[in-house]
């Protein structure tokens, strides 16, 4: 491995890297063994991470919920299962007194396509996440009343 400064690193057996498989994938010289050319795209997750104030909330929250949009359509569909965990329901420790933390997420639904042209933390980027977060915002309030006010 060459790094930026020009030093070089020998692996014995293998390489890990933490950058994403695509960009990982550049990286590597012609020659390089690997299982795919062009690795595909697949759905990307879409998190909602709140914290929540406990007195608004219902005294039975359960640690996870999986909010199931419409049974007809299938699971994989884009929005349709929405996956929550509140771990301060087990570990008060995990959020301030007095409030919970929750996190939310669509899993591996989210289409790639609709955010590649789109440059982070412009309006547009804001706009388009905030309307793709509705569903987790639905689900959210569906699992546990009170939670969008809280």
């Not at 609709?114 to 804001?126: H, M, Q, T």
């Not at 706009?127 to 006010?149: M, S």
Request: proline content about 7%; some cysteine; glycine content about 4%.
């Amino acid at each position: 491995v060459r790094l930026k400064d020009g030093q070089c690193i020998r692996a014995r057996e293998a390489v890990v890297s933490n950058a994403s498989t695509w960009d990982t994938a550049k990286l590597l010289p012609a020659n390089a063994r690997w299982s795919s050319s062009s690795p595909e795209l697949c759905g990307s997750f879409m998190h909602l991470h709140l914290g929540l104030k406990s007195e608004a909330l219902p005294k039975d929250l359960q640690l996870h919920y999986s909010v199931i949009r419409d049974w007809k359509e299938a699971i994989d569909s884009t929005g349709n299962v929405v996956i929550i965990s509140i771990p301060s329901v087990m570990n008060p420790a995990l959020a301030p007194q007095g409030r919970h933390c929750l996190h939310a997420y669509l899993a591996a639904t989210e289409p790639h396509e609709l955010w590649a042209s789109v440059k982070r933390g412009s309006p547009e980027y804001e706009a388009l996440k905030r309307e793709r977060a509705e569903p987790l915002f639905e689900a959210v309030e569906q699992a546990v009343p009170g939670a969008r006010d809280s």
